[in-house]
Structures are given as structure tokens and as C-alpha cells.
């Protein structure tokens, strides 16, 4: 009778004490009960009370049955004392709103705080390559000059981490974990939105992949796919695979990492042809809060098989654990590839330009928008060897198995072109005609910097990001467009026309702040309205918290945070990045 009272209890009932709701009646309980339901329900660090040492092994084991029969008789004391109220499974929700959690509780005893680091030192051999806590090194992970959503001078982590592999890993989170010290995953530090901002400042760790954990593993030619860890440069991957005839289909931000295009999903100018993140990686080897090391699937192209778990942690920004290998998808190269420069009119005759291609199935590589302001920006800036139309641009890469093939579809689109009133059309015929035309999509944001820099050398550049859907296009931008010029701050525009993402880039000082961040915010809020996006590859990380929840509602948010909980409930890995997980939190 009592093992069957305890079984179901245990199954029943913990499962919905342990996730801090507060509307588990204890009100009349007596103190047994009571001391039974701080140690279950007090908070989400009930289960790493104790640190797991080899002083205490033979304590603990001598105190483990006893423990059992305690608990045991006290769940079954509770059960009889009507302590768990039926209703309460009917009360459970899937998802976990922020007012029904307690603030995360984070390891602030400085003895312990010796003592993690001391463990953590022990794990990477005591080697002074492998740590590191200068001040330079510290300030580097910390804050850089591009991100829109800076740190303050306490959020600053209290030592870097430098792990040779994914044991090391393991054993560091599992450290972690146990004393609740806050982990901040870091590859290459080129998110812009406060990614890697150490929130919880000293007692933060963050472990680093770009010294060690920057190896390309096994190359599957015949697969199409290539094996790496998260510190690989997606540049220096690119450049491998190139010498194998073959391509990495995201191309992101210069100096940008394995580890951190996975955990934005970020994506490219490529994407209209090779995809996002998201459909460019096979598996991930991750490992969790608590330190177990998982493998989300094997390699095939295809699976059907369980929960989509690589989804799952691709755009997480580290918040559900911390990849450490992945096996990439890759493209053949084409064997032919031309590019075509197109100006018009104005912003709409260019996106109807890019709905007929797209309607018309015309598989181009790339399909990029640049706002006349841009076009304006690189002629004052002598940023290329020739000057420019200053007219909203459309710049196209069109590939090929031959050159018959280019020659088809770069009449297609001439036509195209031709029926929505292009100005011109020009598109190289070698090599080096290639470079010069593609040129001025590449310093489209140093040349914008570099106006902004003429005029105020301490100018700050600000880089933002939304996705609609292709039909809304040219109204999203033309009406961005039209407050960015009425502010007079120096502002340019550059589009992935082929999926409905576009950036702009704002310079301003410090005394006109507000202006840049009233004109993101509306431009945000615009994309939204239009059954868009927030964000198209950037991510959210701190940055765009509030406008996360503008977009989906507390519903999505919270079933997030669920998520979030279930595999951190220390809440450790990068914290307070995507969504809020302490009510304490009032930072919009």
C-alpha cells in the first residue's frame, strides 16, 4: 500500500512541485510538512544544494537511505494530510509566465566562488594558455564596438575559459551547474543585439571556442557534409571547401564563427539561394547545463525520427546548452557564375522586380537591394574604383552549369528588369568585371561608417535588422526610409530582396541616441504590423526582448521559457538572453 502511495506520489506530484508555481496549499501544514515543501519548492536551485566532492562521497552515501525513508514517509505524511491538492495537476500550464517564477539564485558566497575557480583551473590543467582573467581579455568578451546593446562596466565576466574539447566542456558546466555560476558561450563576438553580455557580471564564466576548439574534423565529400567544432571561422571553412569544389552556404558577418551562426541562425546574402542556418546543418553535439553530452541526430539528409532536436538549439543563443561540434551541409560550387548590377526608379519598381523573379522560378544565388542613400554613401566615400547611379540598386549573382546556361538566364532577367522600368542593365563579362560589380554590396556598411566617421569621428554606427514577407518589401522600406531622412542623422539601407530581410545602418553620437533608437523601434514595430519580423538573422539576445514579445505574445514566450527552464532550471547558460527569466528584471 505505502510503495504504491509513494509511486504514485513521486510520479505524480513532484513533477508539478518542482516547476515553483505558487499555488501549492501548504497553508495549514505542520513543520514536517513544511520543511518537506522549502526543500521541493523554495526554488530552482533545490537540486544543487550540495557540491558533489570527494569529501563528501561516503557521507553522502551513508546518508542516502536514510534520506530516501524520510522523504518517502514525508511525501506520505503530505499526501494524507491532503497537502496535494487534486486540482493542482488540473492547474498545471505548459508554459511558464515570468510573474510565477522566483528570481534565479546565482552562487554569490566568495568562498565558493575560490573554490569554482580553482576546480575549473584544475579542468584545463592548471595551464595559464588556457584561462585567463586580464583585464584586455575580459573587456574583449564583453562589449564591442558594433553591438547596439552595450555593457556596463559590472557586466563583465570574472574569467575566460579556453576548452580543448568536449569533455572539457562537460566537466566545466557540470561545475557550473552545481555551485549556479552563470555561463556565457563565445565564438567569434560579432553578434549585434548583446549577445554575449555577461548580465550577471562577477560571477560569470565564459568559455570561449576561437584558440582550441577551432578544427574542421572530417570532410564527407560524397555526403555533402563536413564535421567541425564551434570555433571554426565560417570564412576559413568556406576557403576549405572551396579547395574541394565545394561551398558553405550562410555567409555572415566577417569574423563570425561555427558556434555563434548556429546559436543566431544566422544567414547571408546567400540565403535566397542556400538557405538560413537553420536549413544548412545536419546534427550538433551539445552539451547541457547539468553537463551531459548529447548528439541530436545521426547523419542522413533526412529523418523523421523523434523531436526535431538540432531545431531546436539552432538560434537558441546558448541558452539551452552549448554546441560544441556540427556536421554542416555543403554545396557544390557552380561551375559558372556571372553577376548583374540593375538601378530603378525607385525602392517598388526594384521589389517588383524581385516578386516577378521570383514568381517566375528564376533560381538566382543572391538578390541584394541597396537604397540610393547607399549608392550615394560609396561614391562619397570612394569605396569602389567607379562611381554609381544613385538610385535604389538591385545587384544579382546568377550561376550556371555552363555558359549557355548564364546566357539564358541573364536574358530572363534583362527581360524581367526591362518590364519594371530598370534604368539600366549591366552584368560582367569576366572575372574582374565581376569583382568590381560586386564590390559595392561588400563596403556597403564600412562606407556608411566611414561618411558617418567625416562628419563626427566619434560617431556610432548602429546595425539592425527585419524580415516581411516579400509582398510587403517596398512599402516596410519606403516608409523607414522616409522617417530615416526626415532625422537627419547619416542612415543607409541594404536588403536581402530575395526573402524580405533588410538592414539599415544608422550613425549618430550620443547626443542623438534617441533619435536612432525611436527610429529602430518604428522600424521594428513597423515589420511587425506587416506580418513580419523582429529580427531576420541578427537574434534577439538583449536587444530585442520587448519586441520578441510584440511579435508572438506571452503565449510562445512563455511555452519558450517552459523550454528553457526544463534544461537549465538554474537558469546558468547565458542568462537573460531571448526572453526575461527573473521578475526582477525591469530593463525594456
Known sequence: MLRSILKNTTNKRISFLSKQRKNIHFQNASPTALLLKNRIVGNCNYSTSSKASPNNSNILTSLIPGVLIGTGLSLGTCYF?????????????SVMPL???SPPKYCDDPNEETEVIARLKAVLGENPDNFSISPEEIDSHSDTYFTSHHATKEQRPQIILYPHNTEQVSQILQICN??????????????????????????TVVLDFSRYMNNILELHQKDLDVVVEAGVPWEDLNSYLNDHGLLFGCDPGPGAEIGGCIANSCSGTNANRYGTMKENVVNLTVVLADGSIIKTRQRPRKSS?????TGLFIGSEGTLGVVTEATIKCHVMPKHETVAVIPFPSIALAADCVSTIVGEGLQLNAMELLDDKMMKVINQTGSTSRTWLEQPTLFFKVGGQDDDDIKKQVSMLEKIASANKAIKFEFAKNDDEKLELWEARKVALWSTLDAGKKLNPKVNLWTTDVAV?????????????????????????????????????ICYDETQKPIAEKLVDNMVKRAIDNEGTCTGEHGIGLGKRQYLLEELGDAPVNLMRQIKLSLDPQRILNPDKIFKIDPNDHEH
Open 305 to 309: 525520427a523523434g523531436y526535431n532536436l
Open 178 to 203: 552545481n555551485y549556479s555560476v552563470p555561463v556565457v558561450p563565445f565564438s567569434g563576438g560579432t553578434s549585434l543585439e548583446g549577445h554575449f553580455v555577461s548580465t550577471r557580471g562577477k560571477r
Open 81 to 93: 494530510l491532503g497537502l496535494f491538492d487534486d486540482d493542482d495537476d488540473a492547474n498545471y500550464q
Open 469 to 505: 514577407p516579400i509582398s510587403k518589401f517596398a512599402s516596410v522600406i519606403d516608409e523607414t526610409k522616409k522617417e530615416m531622412e526626415s532625422s537627419g542623422l547619416i542612415s543607409t539601407i541594404v536588403g536581402h530582396a530575395g526573402d524580405g530581410n533588410f538592414h539599415a545602418f
Open 99 to 101: 510573474d510565477e517564477l
